[in-house]
């Protein structure tokens, strides 16, 4: 059996045969657990509290730890990239500046180059400012990605003890 797509399918489950209702608490939806720990069978109550008991044991919840990491290194990443971009272009724009205003200062000297220069010297100061919250946003995707890392580890763990539930369930095993 491959991972239920939706909740719907894993009702359906939890209302089956006694194999069915094992399998349906293998995926560890805290809700249908709930279910089935009041279920006729003792086998299948058995099942759910033990299911239940261990969090590594429920895929689900590792399934939503997982995208919600994943949305968060999106985010982080997005956030870290546009700042990182408006650095990069505040940068080569105050250097345009300034090479501008030392050729006009070079060729013809008036006063409207000091305008250069102090216009490529402000866009230089805003690229070091954006650069030190481009840093604080790297540090934030820093994390979000090792957390991504951890999340992602513990829910293949899931999938592999999830699918070994399900073999078991399937060949027999109690």
């Known amino acids: 059996m491959k991972e ?5 399918e894993l009702e359906i489950l939890a209302k089956g045969t006694i194999e069915e209702k094992k399998k349906a608490a293998s995926y560890g939806y805290q809700p249908i657990l709930d279910i089935l720990k009041n279920d006729s069978s003792e ?3 058995k099942f759910a509290k033990l ?3 261990d969090d590594d044991l ?4 590792a ?3 997982n995208e919600s990491a994943k949305e968060n290194f999106n985010k982080s990443y ?3 990239m546009s700042y990182y971009y408006v650095k990069m272009i505040a940068i080569i724009l105050g250097v345009i500046m ?3 205003a030392t050729i006009t200062l070079l060729n013809t000297y008036n006063n409207s180059v ?3 220069f102090i216009a490529g010297i402000v866009l230089l100061v805003i690229s070091v400012v954006f650069n030190s919250i481009a840093n604080r946003k790297y540090e934030v995707y820093i994390v979000d990605k090792q957390n991504l890392i951890q999340t992602n580890s513990i829910y293949e763990a899931a999938k592999a003890k999830f699918n070994n539930l399900i073999n078991g369930i399937e060949n027999g095993y109690k």
């Open 43 to 45: 086998e299948v109550v």
């Open 78 to 80: 997005k956030s870290y």
């Open 51 to 53: 299911i239940d008991v």
């Open 63 to 65: 399934d939503e730890s």
């Open 114 to 116: 000091w305008y250069w």
């Open 58 to 61: 429920k895929l689900y919840k």
């Open 98 to 100: 300034e090479i501008i």
């Open 4 to 8: 239920p797509n939706s909740i719907e």
